[in-house]
């Protein structure tokens, strides 16, 4: 599978695997090697010129989301989500959040 393969709207009859497309970087496909039970990321969505992919459940569970811009994947940030609900990150306005939502905001925020 080839970036502009990837759909713009989550997909909910199968998971896209980060392994299944080629232009993955080390750094999404080893996304969730420090979680229990080792998840591989599987793709989400995009958000605005963002890919969003998760290795790990949405919620009630270890997980972290990465997120590059896709003509520039060697820009990525994470979020790391707990299972109490909390978390924390650094988008790409520099400023760290404790929550998804504010990530995410930040993540279609900046162009």
Known sequence: ???????ATPVRDRNIPATAWV?????LLALGDDLPGAPTAEYKRRIGPWILWRAG???????????ARAEALDEAYTFRLYPDGSGEGIGPSGVPVDRFRAWKEDLRDVE
Request: hydrophobic share 40%; glycine share 0%.
């Open 23 to 27: 232009q993955a970087p080390d750094s």
């Open 57 to 67: 459940p949405a919620k009630h569970a270890d997980a972290r989301y990465w997120a």
């Open 1 to 7: 599978m080839q970036t502009a393969d990837l759909p």
